[in-house]
């Protein structure tokens, strides 16, 4: 089915609307069977345990069998005395179907773990940036009618007519596109994102975990910095900038690219002021890519169309030139995101092993002191050594130390010998009555 001009106008329009509506059928779909596999936090049912296939009948168990019960089980069972095969439970089959299923419930479940909220909405947030342009330019060309003649026709489309019932009936639906999508959306993105910076300022806990994770709003704030939180609504303006332009001076190609270039040069100055990429390399991509622009659309005013070779061969080569520096300004980010990644690795385990060492030694100094790991007669030996316990005098006995200990000699000596009488070496002998007192 082939669309006529006012048809082809309503479809760029209704663009966005088609690829939410496809993005709302996956999502459904998605919904639909994490729903039916259940929450990804639910562990899968194990495997179901393996009937064990019951024993042959034995005949021969020692207790006693009537005869009638015998010829009957006899009767029952074929040549050999055992069941056949094809009569025992094939629990081989049963457990493979059960593992099959396990299987591929865990393939789905896998699947139906990345459906959350916040991944869906940065889609329709993609979707409405990705038909921005297109939305844009088809409403404003819509819009930019020329007198050609007595007629009144629409520039981008001479076959349009501005006073047809048909550019009538098409008129309200651009209207509300450049009201509640080209303008509205702009202005909603900044005012999002003032409020979110505003909150992640002010210091509420909820906000500020949001925005760490990075898990809502990824492709409007996620990418920059919190500082430049107005960057996404000024692409946005930007672009419809340029499609004004483009329209609006399309007669006129020297003045058109002239108004490019400046247009360039303030995009330009205005990525230097903000910076907008937490990363200095990104910045500088960033400015590579504006300062190209910039240069593309001098070169465009040198001559009309169409272009000579020397034009076409300038401009490839600053095209060229700014495709390989973005390709080595992406390379040495990567490079320098591996080795912060491997530098903070190595601190990481550095870190790791230093606290392991002086837990080991805490332990270790905890088992020292421990009274179970006491070493007192080490320690008595080291004391006993030392030049210090040499300089102390020395201890005297006393008579009642010395006597103890003789009498214990004594005791000890009549006991292996089998005499019950002893003598004291200090003293008279005493008797057995002294010795009891």
Known sequence: MQLNAYGQVVLSILMPLLLLAELALIAALHGLVHRWVGAASAPLAP???????????????????????????????????????????????????????????????????????????????????????????????????????????????????????????????????????????????????????????????????????????????????????????????????????????????????????LANQAAYFCSLYAAPFPDKILNRIESASQMALLLISALLTVELPPYSDAVNAALLAVLLATVVSIAVGACTQQRRKRRNGASALASDSFLQSAADNESRNENRQELELSPLHCHAPAAAAADLASPSAARLPPVRESAIDVEIAGDAGDSGANAASGDSSSSLPLGPVRSDDEVAL
């Open 47 to 261: 495997l179901p345990p393996a009937p064990r296939p019951p024993p042959p009948p034995s005949h021969h168990t020692g207790h006693s069998t009537s005869g009638s019960d015998f010829v009957k089980e006899s009767a029952a069972l074929p040549t050999g005395g055992h069941a056949p095969v094809s009569s025992l439970p094939s629990s081989r089959a049963r457990t493979a179907r059960a593992s099959l299923a396990v299987q591929s419930r865990a393939l789905v479940q896998q699947w139906s773990i990345g459906f959350t909220l916040p991944y869906y909405a940065n889609a329709v947030i993609a979707v409405l940036q990705f038909s921005y342009t297109g939305v844009s330019s088809a409403a404003i060309k819509f819009l930019w009618c020329v007198d050609v003649g007595d007629e009144r026709v629409v520039f981008a489309q001479p076959g349009m007519r501005c006073d047809s019932a048909d550019y009538r009936r098409v008129l309200p639906l651009v209207v509300v596109a450049i009201i509640g999508f080209v303008v509205a959306f702009p202005v909603a993105v900044a005012l999002g994102g003032w409020l979110r910076h505003r909150r992640l300022t002010s210091g509420r806990r909820s906000v500020v975990a949001a925005a760490e994770s990075g898990a809502l709003l990824t492709p409007l704030y996620g990418v920059f910095r919190p500082g430049a939180w107005f960057w996404s609504s000024l692409v946005l303006v930007r672009r419809s900038l340029f499609v004004v332009l483009d329209v609006v001076l399309a007669a006129a190609p020297r003045y058109r690219a002239f108004a490019f270039g």
